[in-house]
């Protein structure tokens, strides 16, 4: 993180920022973490395309890595919001989502988007990871 991204000690952005993008891959506020939407990526950045299962797991993947710097995880996650491009895909996503989510206790919204371009699934998340102390 550079110091043009550090608003205070509690309020900064996460993660390396796509320099054609206008915002973070998330920004912490506080003991809050809020997530922009992810998409499928493997470890390199590079998308995955694939089955609305697939693609729903490597997504959260794709989350967990995002928080993973500040020390939180999946369990962490409280709010999830995700973008489907077909809501006929629902029913395996859902799926999906409970093999990936674990046991992290959270709510959640479901949409159909259609500005979801080039993957089937995007989702945004905040994460409740109090900061340490004296950070």
Known sequence: MSDSTRKSASHYAI?????????????????????????????NNNMISGTIEEETLATLKTI????ADEGATLSDVVRITTYLED???FGRYNKAFLEGIGDAVLARTTVEAKAVINTKIEMDAIVYKPLPAGK
């Open 87 to 89: 809501t006929r895909d």
């Open 64 to 67: 967990a890595r995002v928080i």
């Open 15 to 43: 993660g390396k920022k796509n320099p054609n993008l206008p915002f973070h891959p998330a920004v912490r506020a506080g003991d809050f973490i809020f997530v922009s939407g992810q998409v499928p990526k493997d470890e």
